[in-house]
């Protein structure tokens, strides 16, 4: 099933599978979203550091173009002498790295009727071989000519009008394409995918959600049950498990050294958590899968029955710490985990935002949140002419302490930069009932500030005390991810439009640049003919001008873009 390298067949540009297990050490390229299956956004460069940061100044930069901006939520790939990026309504671009001119454009053609759940955003592309791949908000995938941008495979992966769609980058791990769904606010089943990156075949399929069955596939693509995801209505009671979310909207990480790629399940569908008593199994976890066959290894939720929107989608970190290898997860519902990357125990649990309601912490013997019941929205049955249940002020809001906003791990300084948001949210269910393609919540809800001074703040925290070490405030909610570097720097945009260097042992800005529109997404590095580069995309959107409530007023004077800007060293 697995594909190697040599098979693959030789290619002055392929990228091979020792390329991608290389990738966070070969400085000259980033071929994976997270700079590295292990989503560390660790590189060792250091041309550019604590001492050079304030001659760092733009080499080029280059615009999306056309009137569709939006949220611009994309990490750049650097390969053979061109970038690849892609940008809002499912577009990809290849650029040359010495001049920034475009070199082509792939505009996928969408239909009327998607629906994106946060905006038309897209996350990244994988490399592999001399392909380029990504998928699109009307959930298919598309396979490119690194070269010529033409089309070499696409396939459809669900149905778009029952609100599937595709926004994470994929994850290329032992030589198969992983991926994941969005959905998980339309009573989709959140599953993971493995494919033939040359073709695009369909090799395995599991659903994350309990009850559903898993398949293989034969050459022929003839399905193969390969056995039920849990045991029916374990933890689903009824029905609710057949349009039950948990969508794997983040996409995942791999870890060569343990064999095992990880992968974040959203939240449970409905929002209405008194329509579905149990674990809900496995939504709002992080599930540890087998690539060659897509059996699960292990698994650890996060939020059992989660009643907020919880996501457990965000990304898990491999990393190593006193001779283990662990993964760290800053979790939508506030609190970060430190677990066991081979066998999912939890060996840490700590808050990485000032103010929880929904739990009074995590205990380490059991796993299991100390659950504050009256931090749950109450039982629509049980209100006013059943229309209504208790509204309750819940902190995190439902967008989260974290969201799609990628942290970084430095194992030099040995912390995690998380980019972390302070807000809380006024939440009530309500009754509700599943229609294809329909919100499928039974929720309302209203997100406020928690404090006048500010929303966002990127935080150090150190894995092993769970102390947060150093933290830089932000007016807006931070919404574009991490990246750190041998340089001792940590690279971050903020909605305001900056991207900004800190220094990554004390937090001192050392650096920003006003980049015209948002930042909402990560920042890059590589190095090429002796000179370090940076790289990032700037466009405000996403979610939170569409979902934010009174957030979203504060922040309403933003300006929208779409451009990705390079930049290097003064001189070189």
Known sequence: MLLGATALGAHGASVTNAMVDNDAKDTADVLSFGMGTQGQRYSPLNQINTAT???????????????????QESQPLIHNGKMFVTASYSRLFAIDLKTGNKLWKYEHRLPEGIMPCCD????????????????????????????????????????????YSMTAAPLIAKGVLLTGVSGGEFGVVGRVEARNPKTGDLLWSRPMVEGH???????????????VTGTVNKTWPGDLWKTGGASTWMGGTYDASTGLAYF??????????HLRPGDNLYSSSTVALDPETGAIKWHYQNTPNDAWDFDGANEFVTFDMDGRRLGGKADRNGFFYVVDAKNGKLENAFPF??????????????????????????????????????????????????????MAYSPQTK?????????????????????????????????????????GALRAVDPKTGKIVWEAKNTAPLWGGAMTTGGNLVFYGTPEGYLKALDARTGKELWKFQTGSGVVAPPVTWQEGGTQYVAVVSGWGGAVPLWGGEVAKKVNFLEQGGSVWVFKLAGK
């Open 53 to 71: 940061v304030a001659r760092l100044v733009p080499a080029w930069s280059f615009s999306f173009g056309g009137e569709k901006q939006r949220g």
């Open 353 to 406: 935002v000032k103010k929880i309601t929904w739990a009074s912490g995590i205990d380490l013997k059991t796993g299991r949140p100390k659950f504050i019941e009256a931090g749950r929205p109450g039982d629509p049955t049980k209100g006013a002419e059943g229309k209504k249940g208790t509204s309750v002020f819940a902190a995190p809001a439902f967008l989260g302490a974290k969201n799609q906003m990628p």
């Open 415 to 455: 912390l995690f930069y998380v980019p972390a948001n302070e807000w809380g949210m006024e939440i009530w269910n309500e009754p509700i009932t599943y229609k294809k393609g329909g919100a499928f919540l039974g929720a309302g809800f209203t997100i406020k500030p928690l404090f006048d001074d500010y929303i």
């Open 120 to 163: 038309v955003v897209n996350r990244g592309a994988a490399l592999y071989d001399n392909l380029v791949i990504f998928g699109t908000l009307d959930a298919q995938l598309v396979a490119l000519d690194q070269e010529t941008g033409k089309v070499v495979w696409k396939e459809k992966v669900d149905d778009y009008a029952a609100g």
């Open 264 to 273: 974040g399940t959203g939240n449970p569908a409905p929002w209405n958590s």
């Open 213 to 227: 069955m898993g398949h293989r596939y034969d050459k022929d693509g003839n399905a193969i049950e390969t056995g």
